[in-house]
């Protein structure tokens, strides 16, 4: 077996639910597979950003908007904790 089929091996490997879960139970990366969601607990899942209940709260960022008010937000934030 070659480099590159090798590589692609341990990606189709990484990407099985039952690894994703085994992974995302011992660290807070949640699972980018849906399906690693039947391997873990509930009170885990709850704590993990892609859980289904977590996830329908999930907004995609604005680079927009960030690049437009990264300052103000910035100074904002830093007032706030020297309060």
């Known amino acids: 077996m ?3 089929a090798s590589r692609r091996k341990f990606i189709r490997f990484c990407l099985q639910p039952e690894q994703q879960a085994l992974y995302s139970n ?3 990366n949640a699972p980018t597979n849906t399906k690693a969601f039947d391997f873990i607990s509930p ?3 709850t704590r993990l950003a892609t859980s289904p ?3 329908a709260h999930i907004h995609p960022r604005d680079d927009f908007w ?5 300052k103000a937000v910035a100074e904002r934030f830093a007032k706030w904790l020297l309060s």
């Open 2 to 4: 070659g480099r590159a």
């Open 26 to 28: 011992h660290v807070a």
């Open 43 to 45: 009170g885990r899942a």
């Open 53 to 55: 209940t977590n996830i």
């Open 66 to 70: 960030w690049s437009e008010n990264r």
